[in-house]
């Protein structure tokens, strides 16, 4: 077994329960979407023009404080790269995700993201009462739920830190089971990505394609024919720019169809 791991960022402080303004101009349903993992969900390769281009009805609950945005954490702002980290001005499946699947909205209805992947980490650091990071994630969706954020699924992206681990499937279930239970959630859709297909960690796939038979409305998003950003000579690990709108996108279609839209 390859070991994929490689350098975390420092990881974001836990915040306290807070109660927040909600985002001017929901006229209509305020969709809302957990954006959980590591690197590739957070976002690798650097932004272009292009996915810079905002559209006011995609919104997100900001990361950390970021002067060059104006974003403030868990404060509401124009979803806009980098979703994550201020520092990375990278791109991940969020941008293009929200991109694609509001144009499927009517026109009073918003899009609402919550980032909450962290660099290198592996999936214990996620788990409820394991992890350090558990308490966080809830505590930023229990944000936007009380901002009158309708939590409608999850996007998910990690494994390269888990690469082949037969263990890695089982706490990937009670990761999900607790975050559906402890928001209230019911069987909303979780959407898990395959890892590149020529990486190193290539074989995980196999692990994360087990999911879908342990989780209910679980789907795995498939990353054919995606390739590494060439600038990662590191680890090779990371998808490039274009493979990244290809995957955000895939995982549109997918939560469309499985939200019915």
């Not at 909600?22 to 650097?46: C, D, E, K, W, Y």
């Not at 702002?77 to 694609?100: M, Q, R, S, V």
């Not at 505590?139 to 009380?146: F, P």
Request: glycine share 10%; with cysteine; proline share 7%.
């Amino acid at each position: 077994m390859h070991n994929c791991q490689y350098e975390s960022s420092v990881s974001p402080v836990p915040v306290q329960m807070t109660k927040i303004d909600p985002p001017p101009g929901v006229s209509g349903t305020f969709h809302v979407f957990l954006l959980l993992g590591q690197s590739n969900m957070a976002g690798f390769p650097q932004a272009q023009d292009t996915d810079k281009v905002k559209d006011s009805r995609i919104r997100v609950l900001g990361y950390d404080d970021c002067p060059g945005t104006g974003r403030r954490t868990d404060r509401w702002n124009t979803a806009c790269p980098p979703l994550h980290e201020c520092t990375n001005c990278t791109i991940g499946p969020g941008d293009w995700f929200a991109k694609t699947l509001i144009q499927s909205l009517p026109p009073g209805d918003v899009i609402g993201l919550v980032p909450c992947a962290i660099y290198g980490e592996r999936i214990e650091t996620f788990m409820k009462n394991v992890g350090s990071r558990y308490n966080w994630i809830i505590n930023r969706a229990h944000l936007a739920q009380q901002t009158g954020g309708v939590i409608e699924g999850i996007l998910f992206h990690q494994g390269e830190s888990n690469n082949g681990e037969s263990s890695w499937p089982g706490k990937v279930k009670t990761l999900v089971t607790d975050v559906r239970t402890d928001l209230g959630l019911g069987n909303i859709p979780f959407l898990a990505g395959e890892l590149l297909y020529n990486s190193r960690c290539s074989g995980h796939n196999n692990l994360i394609n087990k999911l879908p038979g342990l989780i209910p409305n679980c789907h795995v998003i498939s990353a054919r024919g995606l390739v590494a950003d060439p600038v990662d000579t590191e680890w090779n690990l990371h998808f490039d720019h274009d493979s990244q709108v290809i995957l955000g996108k895939r995982y549109a279609d997918t939560m469309r169809k499985a939200l019915g839209w």
